[in-house]
């Protein structure tokens, strides 16, 4: 029900139509009115609903919606595909990613510096058919922010595996083009030296690059 119910909402169906209210979701999904107020609590708590005192439950406004939800952001990408909104989601990466790289290079443990060279390996992999390139390449970019042993870069994980998923397909797809494998292992290098200002250029430089590829397509349009 929570998934159906937010799939609808992001996608639109709502924009032109009331929300149902709790008596019509219990009928319509044949599940108790307990569960149908658990259901709209939690799509509250992702900013998609808010409940007022006579006015019942209306969709916000997407402004309003929590974006760092994976739930919330995947749905957003199941609506048709936005060249905008892949741009604003590199726009966090370049502002993240690159950070972690370097503190990846001061902080990570041994098993943060293995993590991220088994990432880099499946990618390697992944260009003999021995590997998947979108798992290996999420499995990468995941590993640099498990590293940097900063809990709130940390808690970016299941926002970047989700949005990854669309912009990895995007830029490995444009104009037949796989992830740079030496682009990749330029981060790697400099994390495993531990030279923390040539991991974080490495990884502006594989970001901007993504951009490019942005631009250029937003060009073709």
Not at 6 to 15: E, L
């Amino acid at each position: 029900m929570l998934e159906t119910l937010g799939r609808a909402i992001v996608t639109g169906r709502y924009d032109a139509a009331p929300f149902p209210t709790e008596a019509e979701l219990a009928t319509q999904y044949d599940v108790s009115r307990s569960v149908t107020r658990e259901a709209v609590k939690m799509l509250t708590a992702k900013g998609l609903l808010t409940a007022r005192p006579r006015k019942g439950t209306t969709v916000q406004p997407p402004g309003q919606w929590n974006l760092f939800d994976p739930d919330v952001l995947r749905w957003l990408l199941e609506r048709k595909f936005s060249l905008e909104l892949l741009r604003q989601f590199t726009e966090l990466r370049i502002a993240i990613e690159p950070a972690a790289a370097a503190l990846a290079a001061r902080a990570a443990s041994q098993n943060g510096l293995d993590a991220i060279r088994a990432g880099y390996e499946r990618m390697a992999g992944a260009e003999t058919g021995d590997d998947d390139p979108l798992e290996a390449d999420i499995a990468f970019h995941l590993a640099v922010l498990e590293a940097s042993a900063n809990p709130f870069y940390q808690q970016f994980c299941d926002l970047v595996t989700t949005a990854l998923r669309t912009s990895i397909r995007f830029t490995n797809r444009f104009k037949g083009r796989t992830a740079s494998l030496p682009q990749h292992h330029a981060v790697l290098a400099a994390v495993e030296r531990r030279d923390a200002q040539s991991a974080q250029a490495a990884m502006g430089t594989l970001i901007a690059d993504v951009m490019s590829l942005i631009d250029a397509a937003e060009k073709e349009a």
